[in-house]
């Protein structure tokens, strides 16, 4: 029975120390003990010179390295920042120092960006201290100046600068390269750095997808302003200035073609709405307005940019087309027009003057010479205006619309004049008008050239001849502002005729207008009675 009870004892081990350790009889306590002994195994010092194995990414610490030696390892580098892997396995970085241990051969391995990686084995019983340099890798260097600028680049996945890029220091290898910008397709490579030349890149551009989306919808539609436009700007922004000035050299020649519903861009004209045909034209008109403003504000840019040159060039684009377009009015008065709100005046009337040479018995023809006529009153140049208000009144004293136009426009420019050639304004206004009230039969038409006839008198000292007139237009005219502003004007001439009181009653008569500026008018008009009668008492 004793035996019996002693076979029933858990059998035990005694240790060095005398304790009293339980025999293991679970399977996972032992697979705990395997393990535990064969990691004190791998980090006993080797026997021999290891081949290295690369476990980078596995990283001991100085702690777990120490197996209870009494050894000690320091490694130093040049230049410091080495990460040093010992056995395989990443301690630290230089300078590192290592405590606890075992004696023994162990493989050494320092590695550092830019720097060729070194590899030696030591035995730690005669060895304490190692200081290695490290000799620096080939490098090699890149250059990337493509268009457009500031571009990104990259090797292997890390931004590395923007274009114009040159790195000088690159480690010799392959690399992936990347060139990228927003809207632009990227471009990649796998590249080599060598120790040699620089490898450069500078003859290409990145493709735009924005222009490439804009130039394909000119294409597709030639005859839309407003992709000349648009282009136009995308290029000046980006300092493509040549090619600005091409697509707003087309723009122009665009804006001066009319409309045709049956070519490109358009499905024909049997296959448009009046509606729609209508709305296309409406279109032009306001893109055609768009555009002048557009071309204008580019060449006087007002952020920081040179545009002397762009501004010289689209001055030759717009001459080249002129020479080609000299017979077309709309465009004439476009070129006109764009000099003249550059003050330009010279070149304005050069282009007119080109029209009036190239169709002189053209349709809108009078208009260029009424333009002309225009172009010298704003220089203050009342001796060339007279020479071209003659030869226009020569070939054209019998177009009603040509007389009425030209003295509307002129008798205001007389203001603009010095004292001595004011008469001489007003005298062709006087002239071209005379002639137009006797031609105009249409009752408004004839309202309007009275009235502006009128006013010329006026301006000559000559109300008596003013008011009948005045009166005339007055009973012609159903709007009741014009009525109001005719009315004004009558009793403004009843006042210098003398006739103070039918200019009183009607200066009355107007102060019970709706209009404010009319009733002020009014008003000061009755001062200006009563002063008048005041000063003829005084005779």
């Known amino acids: 029975m004793a035996e019996e009870t002693q076979d029933q004892k858990p059998a035990t081990s005694v240790s060095s120390d005398g304790g009293v350790l339980q025999e293991f ?13 064969l990691a004190v195994v791998r980090l006993m010092p080797q026997s021999s010179t290891p081949e290295l194995k690369n476990t980078e990414g596995t990283v001991v610490s100085a702690g777990s390295v120490n197996s209870g030696g009494s050894g000690r390892l320091s490694v130093a580098s040049e230049p410091s920042g080495a990460s040093v892997f010992i056995n395989g396995r990443l301690a630290g970085s230089t300078p590192l120092s290592l405590a606890g241990l075992p004696s023994g051969a162990y493989s050494i391995r320092l590695e550092k960006a830019g720097c060729t990686p070194l590899s030696r084995s030591v035995d730690l019983g005669k060895v304490s201290e190692i200081h290695e340099k490290l000799a620096p890798l080939p490098v090699g260097a890149l250059t990337v100046n493509i268009k457009p600028s500031g571009a990104e680049v990259l090797l292997d996945g890390e931004l590395m600068g923007n274009t114009p890029l040159t790195l000088d220091k690159i480690p010799v290898g392959v690399y992936e390269l990347l060139i990228r910008k927003t809207n632009f397709d990227p471009y990649s490579a796998r590249i080599e750095i060598t120790a040699g030349e620089p490898l450069v890149f500078s003859d290409f551009e990145l493709k735009d997808k924005v222009l490439a989306m804009m130039e394909g919808l000119v294409k597709s539609e030639p005859q839309r302003l407003a992709h000349y436009i648009d282009l136009g700007h995308y290029l000046f922004i980006n300092d493509k200035m040549d090619e600005a000035v091409d697509i707003f050299a087309q723009g122009y020649e665009v804006a001066q073609t009319p409309l ?28 055609e307005s768009r555009f002048l403003k557009e071309v204008e504000k580019h060449r006087n840019w007002p952020q920081k940019k040179d545009t002397r040159t762009f501004r010289q060039k689209l001055d030759q684009a717009q001459e080249m087309v002129s020479r080609k377009r000299v017979d077309s009015w709309t465009w004439t008065e476009s ?13 304005a009337a050069q282009i007119y003057a080109d029209h009036i040479a190239a169709v002189p018995n053209g349709p809108d023809v009078y208009l260029a010479h009424i333009a002309l006529v225009e172009v010298y009153l704003m220089q203050r140049d009342v001796p060339r205006a007279r020479e071209a208000f003659d030869k226009m009144f020569k070939q054209f004293s019998d177009n009603e619309l040509a007389m009425r136009l030209s003295g509307a426009m002129i008798y205001p420019y007389h203001e603009r004049m010095f004292a001595n050639s004011r008469p001489r304004v007003l005298e062709m206004a006087e002239i071209a008008l005379r002639r137009g009230s006797e031609l105009t039969k249409e009752p408004l038409p004839l309202a309007q050239c009275l009235f502006d006839l009128a006013v010329v008198l006026s301006y000559q000292g000559k109300a008596k001849d003013a008011i009948p007139l005045l009166e005339k237009s007055i009973a012609a005219t159903a709007d009741p502002a014009v009525r109001e502003e005719r009315s004004l004007r009558m009793a403004d001439a009843l006042r210098k005729a003398e006739r103070l009181d039918e200019a009183r009653d009607l200066y009355y008569k107007l102060t019970a207008s709706e209009r404010a500026s009319i ?3 009014a008003k000061t008009g009755l001062t200006f009675v009563a002063s008048d009668k005041a000063r003829l008492k005084l005779k």
Do not use: W
């Open 25 to 37: 009889r679970s399977p996972i306590l032992v697979a705990v003990a395997v393990f535990t002994a």
């Open 260 to 287: 045709d519903f049956n070519g490109p861009g358009y499905t024909g004209k049997d296959n448009m709405s009046p509606e729609e045909a209508a709305l296309e034209q409406r279109l032009r008109k306001e893109d």
């Open 335 to 347: 070129a006109g027009r764009t000099n003249i709100r550059n003050r330009n005046y010279d070149k």
């Open 519 to 521: 009733r002020e008018s």
